[in-house]
């Protein structure tokens, strides 16, 4: 308790002194495009309500409690400094698991909405209109989207701030290349719409059933590489319940073993899921 009262009182010594010093304009505009993209991974998360700082808060969170509950059941400083280290990025692996969970369930429905939005054009729907019945025939993974959508445009009456708010809403390159068509037709009317979301919706079809075919054959190979990474700490788990183990890597030595084979970890499975990993369409119409 006295290491952790001192280390407390350090760094609010520290936050004090920094202050006091001017942040320079380069550093602003660093921090601004990296809070603009954590934004927008949040965004293609479903998770619009959430700040970033809140997701800030909370990894320093699990940072702490992870590290102070290990060190409770092993007694070992290294090894609750490892798992404070591992904690720290479980809110940023949960958060991309569930973007590209998202992205997949998205990718899937993508084709029937674009049916639908055609079929309602070519009834002579508006496009207004033509939007807001998704809100009932759509996919029930985008149907809140478009319900707001419906909203803001019997609230306002105004097309195209809906349909920015909608774009927002979705953060889909898929939604994108949609909302921007429609506001091209909507601005300078045209009659090739139907033709386009005709085209579009073969090609989501045809991409769709590509891309899971592919990441069915590569599912065993990143799968097996993740139990590679993992099987070595599930090991070392199991020996914190020998205090002889314990004591053996709560000195230098063993903080240098742990901490590397930590950094080393980390290296691998980020360069494996880099290897393995499919190209993702961005968001070039944002």
């Known amino acids: 308790m006295g290491v952790l009262l001192g280390l407390c009182l350090g760094a609010g010594l520290f936050l004090i002194w920094w202050s006091f010093w001017e942040r320079p304009a380069n550093s602003r505009r660093r921090r601004a495009h990296r809070n603009g993209a954590l934004r927008s991974r949040l965004d293609r998360a479903g998770l619009h309500d959430v700040r970033v700082s809140a997701l800030v808060v909370l990894s320093a969170a699990c940072t702490v409690v992870g ?27 949960l958060l991309g698991q569930r973007m590209r969970r998202r992205a997949k369930q998205l990718r899937t429905v993508w084709p029937d909405v674009v049916d639908l939005l055609r079929s309602a054009i070519r009834a002579g729907m508006s496009l207004p209109e033509a939007l807001s019945q998704l809100q009932h025939r759509g996919p029930e993974a985008v149907q809140p989207a478009f319900a707001r959508f419906a909203a803001d445009y019997r609230a306002t009456g105004q097309f195209i701030p809906a ?48 891309r899971s075919e592919l990441e069915a054959r590569q599912s065993w190979t990143v799968n097996a590489a993740r139990l590679s990474v993992a099987a070595p700490w599930l090991i070392l788990l199991l020996m914190t319940s020998q205090p002889a183990a314990v004591q053996a890597y709560d000195s ?25 990993a499919l190209p993702e369409p961005e968001r070039v119409l944002r």
Do not use: H, Q
């Open 252 to 276: 230098p030595v063993g903080a240098v073993v742990l901490l590397g084979g930590l950094a080393i970890s980390v290296v691998a499975y980020r360069l494996m899921l880099r290897l393995g």
């Open 67 to 93: 590290g102070l509950v290990t060190w409770a059941l092993t007694g070992g400083t290294v090894f609750g400094i490892c798992a404070a280290i591992v904690a720290t990025f479980l809110p940023w692996a």
């Open 163 to 210: 349909l920015d708010a909608l774009k927002a809403e979705l953060a889909d390159p898929v939604a994108d290349n949609i909302v921007e068509s429609l506001r091209v037709t909507r601005e300078v009317g045209g009659t090739d719409l139907g033709r386009l979301l005709g085209t579009l919706s073969e090609f989501l079809r045809e991409s769709s059933r590509t």
